[in-house]
Structure formats: structure tokens, C-alpha cells
């Protein structure tokens, strides 16, 4: 709003609202954003301090408006489809003063501390913490690599932690110490690392490398052309996403204890950034804004999803749904429909304040999804924005559960045993979580 006048009254008009007689119209029953983030500081503000009715105690609301701001509602173009209950999705409300301390500005975490030169201390307005939650703590910090990390592994029956990076290595943690055990080149840049049972699989340029952790066997699968972004394993068969668009396929062959190429899957334009398994089907994201789907029994593409309008950084599944995210700003969630085709049920913006200007917003790029379980055994989302923050949420209401901070942004996130999950960033340290439980874990 531009200001008239010798020191902007009108604008400062605009910010204070209508006088206190007026008050009670509160701004056509919006519900003020700040207070719901615990830091309005307008006395009076012009908008509603408390929330709305909910949908079943406002059910006669004319026009819908007020439903449809607590109702998830199918895809506004699917305007035929049956409407079943309620959705669930998105129904929470963000917590931003979640596990914060008192006095602090809520959800902006000291620059200077990140770099370790505050020198404010305690005194600082800002947080000086790399998370902000009261459900998890940080448990230890691992660090030797000097690039990003971009895969983090757990071997099955193994008592050893994998973390995979662009520095082309391999380093082996010891879970009870936390000590590094050995460092292995790789020959080339890690762009993913996925463990299943005694295999260790890690795409580097032109190669999977594939690793046995209980008989020793090294194998190097060739095929891929230019870097391995994502891979997973599925139907008995190891796919890896490609730079050029493919998606190759192996089949383990124990007569000849080696990976045998099964398929090559084509139709994505650019590269594949991001595989996911779920219910017979493979889901591939790639930077040509699209997610195919792709039967595993005949390894035919049977759908593209074109909702997303950037790179489709992450999918994940959950229950019965296909969660997406993407560097348009958005996570996506996906429900099959009567025909088996899937279609967006919810989209959650990642909207986040802007210090700088209190009346500007910026969105935030998703980079990375990863789904776990709390120690209360309730599903979590793990959420790597561009902002350097990784943000939990539950599900399915993306109630905010709390934030970690970084000083650069995270790939690579992974779960493990004992309620301990792990985050790797792009300045190459390995942070180790734990979610609060009555037993400390190791590590």
C-alpha cells in the first residue's frame, strides 16, 4: 500500500484497521494470521482472534466460504466426482511457537549462530538452536565430508551406518561410537544411496554400484548414462532414474550371483530425479515437471501427472495415497478415483513469513520427502525446503510438529532404529535425531 501524505498515515490507517467501534466486524471474520502464529502485537487488530466455526458448526454458510476454508474437496476440475466424507488432509493448524523459547522470534533461527559467530549470546533476539520441537532432540553431529551428503544408508542386521556424497565417497559410522571406520572412493559423485537387506546400492555417473555386506560381493552395474539421481527396488527388481530420462531395471540372478538388465522404461523428457514404490506400481518424478506411473507387471507407463509446473523433486508413499513435492512450491497429494486413475485430493503451499517485510510472503521450494513414524507410532513428513529448513509435519493434517534448522539445505534424510532418524545437508555433516522417548539410544 502506497503511503499519502508527510509519514505515510494512510498506510499506517490500513495496518490498525477501523476504529474500536467498528471492531466487531474483524475484517469479514477473517481470523488473523499472526495471532494464530502466537505474535500478533496490534491492539486492536483488525482481524478475528480465535478461529472460525468449524464446517459442522457453520454448516448453513450460504456460499460455501467458510466450509471450504476447513474442507479439503476433490480436484475443482473433477467437478462430477461422488462426494464422499470429509477429507482429513490439511486440517491442522501450523504450530509456529512449537517447542520455541519465550521472547524469541518464532521460526527465524540466528544467521550468526549457524555460522558460530553470534555475538549477542543469550541476549539474541533470534534462536540460537538447530531445531525447534518438543518432540525430538538433537542427538550428535558426524562430520568428515566435504560436500553435500546425498544418501544415507542402514544395511539390514548391520551395526554400521552408510552416508554417501558429492565428494565421492563412502563413509562407514560405527552406530555405537559414532566414529568414522572407513572412507571409501567411489570414483565419481554420489547422487543417491538406498540399502535393501545386505545390498548397498549407490548411483554414481554412468554406474550403480552394488555392495553385499555379509558375503563382500562388489558388483558395478553399467547401463545408465550420465548421473544416477534416484533408485529403488521393487517386484524383485533394482531400478535406477537416470540423467537422460530413463529409468533402467535389474533382476538379481543367484547362478550367477550378479544383476542381470531387465527393462529400460522411456518416456520422461528429462532427467529422473525420484523413485517410489507402492501397490504394484512405480511412481517416477522428474525435472520435466511430471510424475509417471508405471505398472510393474508389465513395466508400462499407465498414467502422467501434469499438476506440478516445476521439477518434481521427491514421491512418497503413504497409506493409500501418493504424496509429491516440487520446487513450484507445493506438496501434492494424490487418491486413486473409481477408474484407478489418481487425481489431487489436497495441495499444501509451503508458506512462509518474510522477516524482512511484514506484509510480504515468499514460498518456499520443496526439495526432499521422507515419511516415518514418531515414538508414539503416528506418521510423520519430513518436509527439506530451500530455505535451509527441514519442516515435520503430522499426517494427514500437516499439523506442524516442529522445525530443523541447517546451515545449508537437506537432501538426504533417512530413519533408523530405536526412534533415531537421520538429516544430511550440503556442507557435508551427517545430524543424528532421536525422538523422545524414556530410553536413550545409541549413537
Keep these: 500500500m502506497e503511503a499519502t501524505g508527510r509519514n505515510g498515515n494512510k498506510r499506517m490507517h490500513q495496518r490498525l484497521g477501523p476504529s474500536q467501534a467498528a471492531a466487531p466486524d474483524r475484517a469479514n471474520n477473517k481470523v488473523c494470521y499472526h495471532w494464530r502464529a502466537g505474535r500478533c502485537n496490534r491492539h486492536p487488530c483488525p482481524f478475528l482472534h480465535s478461529e472460525m466455526p468449524t464446517p459442522q458448526q457453520q454448516s448453513a454458510a450460504p456460499d460455501g466460504g467458510v466450509a471450504k476454508r476447513h474442507l479439503v474437496w476433490k480436484n475443482p476440475s473433477n467437478a462430477g466426482a461422488a462426494s464422499g466424507p470429509p477429507s482429513k488432509w490439511g486440517k491442522g493448524r501450523g504450530g509456529g511457537a512449537v517447542g520455541r523459547p519465550p521472547g524469541k522470534a518464532p521460526d527465524r533461527v540466528c544467521n550468526y549462530f549457524l555460522a558460530g559467530n553470534c555475538t549477542y549470546g543469550e541476549k539474541c533476539r533470534f534462536l540460537h538452536s538447530w531445531f525447534v520441537s518438543d518432540s525430538f532432540s538433537l542427538l550428535t553431529s558426524l562430520q568428515g565430508h566435504q560436500k553435500a551428503v546425498s544418501g544415507i544408508a542402514l544395511p539390514s542386521g548391520s551395526d554400521k551406518l552408510y552416508s554417501g556424497s558429492k565428494d565421492e565417497s563412502v563413509r562407514v559410522w560405527d552406530c555405537q561410537s559414532g566414529q568414522c571406520v572407513g572412507v571409501i572412493n567411489v570414483g565419481g559423485e554420489v547422487g543417491c544411496m538406498i540399502s535393501e537387506g545386505p545390498w548397498i546400492f549407490i548411483g554414481v555417473p ?40 530413463r529409468i533402467l531395471a535389474w533382476k538379481f540372478s543367484a547362478v550367477g550371483n550378479c544383476f542381470e538388465p531387465a527393462a529400460s522404461l522411456v518416456g520422461h523428457q528429462l532427467s529422473v530425479v525420484s523413485l517410489v514404490v507402492g501397490a504394484m506400481r512405480l511412481y517416477s518424478g522428474s525435472m520435466d515437471h511430471t510424475i509417471r506411473v508405471w505398472d510393474l507387471a508389465t513395466l508400462q507407463c499407465i498414467q502422467t501427472l501434469t499438476d506440478h509446473t516445476s521439477v518434481v523433486m521427491s514421491v512418497l508413499c503413504w497409506d493409500q495415497f501418493l504424496l509429491s513435492c516440487s520446487l513450484d512450491k507445493t506438496i501434492k497429494v494424490w487418491v ?47 518436509c527439506s525446503c530451500n530455505d535451509n529448513s527441514v519442516r515435520l509435519y503430522d499426517l494427514p493434517t500437516f499439523s506442524e510438529r516442529g522445525k530443523i534448522f541447517s546451515k545449508e539445505e537437506v537432501r538426504a534424510m533417512q530413519v533408523g532404529p530405536g526412534g533415531l532418524f537421520f538429516t544430511g545437508d550440503a556442507t557435508g555433516e551427517l545430524k543424528v535425531w532421536n525422538w523422545l522417548t524414556n530410553e536413550m539410544p545409541h549413537l
Excluded: R
Excluded at 218 to 223: N, W
Excluded at 224 to 236: C, D, R
Excluded at 348 to 373: A, D, K, R, T
Design 206 to 245: 554412468n554406474a550403480v554400484k552394488a555392495w553385499n555386506m555379509q558375503t563382500a560381493t562388489d558388483l558395478s552395474l553399467d547401463g545408465p548414462i550420465g548421473q544416477v539421481y534416484s533408485l529403488v527396488v521393487g517386484n524383485e527388481l533394482l531400478f535406477a532414474g537416470t540423467q537422460d530420462g
Design 336 to 382: 486413486a478415483t473409481e477408474s484407478g486413475n489418481l487425481e489431487v485430493t489436497y495441495t499444501h503451499n509451503e508458506e512462509h513469513q518474510n522477516f524482512l517485510n511484514l506484509c510480504c510472503f515468499m514460498l518456499q521450494g520443496v526439495l526432499s520427502l521422507f515419511g516415518m513414524i514418531d515414538a508414539q507410532v503416528k506418521p510423520i513428513l519430513l
